[in-house]
């Protein structure tokens, strides 16, 4: 019989650090309707006119000292390479495959791969825990419109979040376990910010406050963002017997103000008045390594924490290819 195929997706990265490559990047990236969610001819504008000219040149800079710091290479390209090399030595069940949502390997090349296989299902797996139509939604937009265009579409299951996996909470334990987190006056769990507007969006009645999303998941917030990356949150402090007052959750990377709040740079700029000197960063809505957790947590943060009067900011690493993350994946995707 023939084997199902795993497609494992990230979201994407220059294919060089070159002004050229990153402008191309960024380009398709917030040219999707689902990132930036405006009308297309005013998004179109904003993107290819004013956002990307002047921004690819500070964002160039930026992925030449990500590339110098791993290696010369992209780390989330290499980590995921790696992480579907390991998956496929370490099971047998499914032919593992990745692609990108943005730029290479694009996710119509890796179909096209898979199609030769002639799979006898397609599971889809983002490699994104928490739900939000701008990473997972994108991603089955994209799939399911260049699957539809093939005459021969096998079974086909689409994973859309297990931020509270069992197996997933304990790949970040697993990796925490080389940080003695006596040593800090806090612990921090950074996640990727979003519009407030995207995430009302999740609810019928548009509005996100007042569904007590910081405290419990509940038929209403089950898909939404903000109470996904708390509850993980919460079960990560669990399992390393942190109490409510050892950790904060906060959200970086944001375009506006008007995004989830508290901001990563406000807080940590602000720990140090408070006496809180020593912390520790996880980042779990990153599974590989990338810009967001080696350049911002681990040069940019740290910079501003210690100009603000810290001692000491270090990030636990992202999942990458551990065995802890090669065996969440084998549990997640065979339930």
């Given amino acids: 019989m023939n084997k199902p195929a795993l497609l494992l997706i990230n979201l994407g990265t220059p294919n060089s ?26 998004r179109f504008v904003l993107v290819t006119l004013i956002i990307c000219p002047f921004r690819s040149f500070s964002s160039s800079k930026i992925y030449k000292k990500l590339w110098n710091l791993s290696g010369g290479v992209s780390p989330l390209l290499k980590n995921t390479e790696e992480l579907t090399i390991k998956l496929n030595q370490k099971q047998e069940k499914y032919n593992v495959y990745y692609a990108m949502r943005y730029q290479n390997p694009s996710i119509q090349q890796v ?13 889809v797996l983002p490699l994104f825990p928490h739900y939000a139509s701008a990473t997972s939604g994108s991603v089955f937009k994209e799939v399911t419109k260049r699957l539809s265009k093939n005459w021969v579409i096998p079974s086909f299951k689409f994973i859309s979040q297990y931020y509270d996996h069992p197996s997933f909470i304990n790949a970040w334990v697993d990796t925490a376990k080389n940080f003695n987190l006596d040593a800090y006056d806090k612990v921090v769990f950074s996640y990727h910010g979003l519009p407030n507007s995207q995430v009302d969006k999740v609810y019928q009645d548009h509005q996100c406050n007042g569904k007590n999303c910081e405290h419990e998941i509940n038929e209403e917030n089950l898909y939404c963002y903000k109470a996904a990356v708390y509850q993980t949150s919460k079960l990560i402090a669990e399992k390393l017997s942190l109490k409510r007052d050892d950790y904060e959750v906060t959200f970086q990377s944001r375009l506006t103000n008007n995004w989830l709040e508290p901001f990563s740079d406000i807080v940590l700029s602000n720990y140090p008045k408070m006496g809180i000197k020593k912390v520790l960063i996880f980042s779990p809505a990153f599974t590989a390594d990338c810009l967001e957790t080696v350049i911002e947590i681990g040069d940019e943060y740290k910079e501003l924490f210690n100009k603000a009067g810290g001692q000491t900011l270090d990030y636990v690493p992202s999942l990458n290819f551990s065995d802890a993350w090669v065996q969440a994946i084998i549990d997640i995707t065979n339930e």
């Fill in 17 to 42: 650090p070159s002004y050229l490559n990153v402008f191309k990047y960024l380009r398709e990236f917030l040219m999707d309707g689902r990132v930036i969610d405006i009308p297309y001819m005013l």
């Fill in 111 to 123: 179909l096209d791969r898979i199609e030769e296989t002639n799979p006898s299902e397609l599971v």
